[in-house]
């Protein structure tokens, strides 16, 4: 069983940054590949970034590919997306998910834990 935290949401205005951060319980997190979703009002949740196990490969989501990026601490059980240029349109609440395999994709089912969320507002 793995149990996942976010923090780092908050408020910031267009064009700024934020890093959230994912911490996980158990002792095999380095076994799991990882990722972050986010769902905003009345949309489906969706992927934005995920990597993997080994802290090696990272994958992106089109809309956010070039401002945010992923990383993994795995001595620290910690994951963190970092968030730059920032858009009204981020804004959602962003998820942390971990999945039982080196690689899970993009696909929200490939992933067996997830998180209770933090919210990202962007301001225009």
């Known amino acids: 069983q793995v149990q996942l935290v976010e923090s780092g949401g908050g408020l910031v205005q267009a064009g700024g940054s934020l890093r959230l951060s994912c911490v996980a319980s158990?002792?095999?997190?380095?076994?799991?590949?990882m990722g972050w979703f986010r769902q905003a009002p009345g949309k489906e949740r969706e992927f934005v970034a995920g990597i993997k196990w080994s802290s090696g490969p990272t994958y992106y989501a089109d809309a956010v590919r070039g401002r945010f990026t992923i990383s993994r601490d795995n001595a620290k059980n910690s994951m963190y997306l970092q968030m730059n240029s920032l858009k009204p349109e981020d804004t959602a609440v962003y998820y942390c998910a971990a999945g039982q395999r080196a690689y899970s994709g993009s696909a929200s089912r490939r992933y067996d834990y997830w998180g209770q969320g933090t919210q990202v507002t962007v301001s225009s």
């Open positions: 158990g002792r095999t997190f380095s076994s799991y590949a």
